[in-house]
């Protein structure tokens, strides 16, 4: 509803929505019959922000262990947020006297600005 609502209000360009897990989840069951986490995978879903959707933007293996294809790592995935809500990731906050980069010197990822 969030999302129709913005974009009949033509705002939906101007919003980033981001809905994000801390970890992916294995497909099968474990021998506790839970579902472990998967450290090396988590999703994320971003909306408006004038990005180019293209639907899924990489994916896990059948066992949620590996990206294939496009992986994306954190930074980027911060760097593209900033990018997409006009913050300047290219800048540094500062502790004191030392620069601190704002996404761990991550890259937007350019398909989704195309």
Not at 19 to 45: A, L
Not at 49 to 65: F, I, N, R, W
Not at 85 to 104: C, E, M, S, Y
Request: glycine residues 12%.
């Amino acid at each position: 509803m969030l999302i129709v609502d913005l974009e009949q209000k033509r705002l939906l360009d101007k919003t980033v929505i981001v809905i994000t897990t801390k970890f992916g989840r294995p497909s099968g069951f474990d021998s506790s019959g839970g579902r472990g986490h998967q450290g090396s995978s988590f999703t994320c879903v971003l909306a408006g922000g004038g990005l180019s959707h293209c639907g899924v933007y990489g994916q896990t293996d059948q066992q949620a262990k590996r990206i294939v294809p496009n992986p994306v790592c954190v930074p980027d995935s911060c760097t593209t947020i900033c990018a997409a809500t006009g913050v300047d990731w290219q800048k540094n906050l500062f502790a004191g006297d030392r620069p601190v980069h704002i996404t761990d010197q991550g890259t937007p990822i350019a398909k989704l600005f195309a």
